[in-house]
C-alpha cells in the first residue's frame, strides 16, 4: 500500500483542486449547477481517485484508479475549453490551469508506462 501523501501527482491534482474552486467562484452565477458544478466534482475526482488506487493491492488496480483519474483530468480540461470558448471567464485567468493540467498530465502518463512497464 502507498502513501498517497507523498505521491507529488497527488499533490498536483490537490492544487488543480485549489485553483479550479477559485476559478469557478468567477463563473455566472447562473453556472451553479451546470459547468460549476460539473468542473469541481471533476476536479475533486483526480486526487480522490489517485488515493484511492494507493489503497490497492496490486499494480493492476492501481494503474485502473489512474486511468480513471487521468479521466477525470481531460473532463475538467474539457470544461475549461468550454468555459473559454463560452468567453465566461478571460482567457489569460485560464492560462495557469491549463498549464496545470498539462503538468498533471504528463505525470499521469509517465507513471501509467512506469507501471505498465513494470
Known amino acids: 500500500m502507498r502513501n498517497f ?31 460549476r458544478s460539473q468542473i469541481t466534482r471533476a476536479a475533486v475526482s483526480i486526487p480522490s481517485n489517485i488515493a484511492e488506487g494507493c489503497s490497492r493491492n496490486s499494480e493492476i488496480e492501481f494503474k485502473r484508479f489512474l486511468e480513471i483519474a487521468m479521466g477525470s483530468l481531460f473532463e475538467v480540461e474539457t470544461h475549461l475549453i468550454i468555459i473559454n470558448q463560452l468567453n465566461l471567464i478571460k482567457s489569460e485567468d485560464l492560462k495557469s490551469i491549463f498549464e496545470l493540467v498539462a503538468v498533471e498530465g504528463k505525470m499521469f502518463n509517465g507513471l501509467i508506462n512506469t507501471i505498465k512497464n513494470s
Not at 477559485?22 to 449547477?33: A, G, R, T
Open 5 to 35: 501523501r507523498k505521491l507529488k501527482i497527488w499533490e498536483q491534482g490537490i492544487e488543480i483542486v485549489k485553483a479550479i474552486y477559485l476559478l469557478s467562484e468567477n463563473l455566472p452565477s447562473k453556472e451553479k449547477f451546470g459547468l
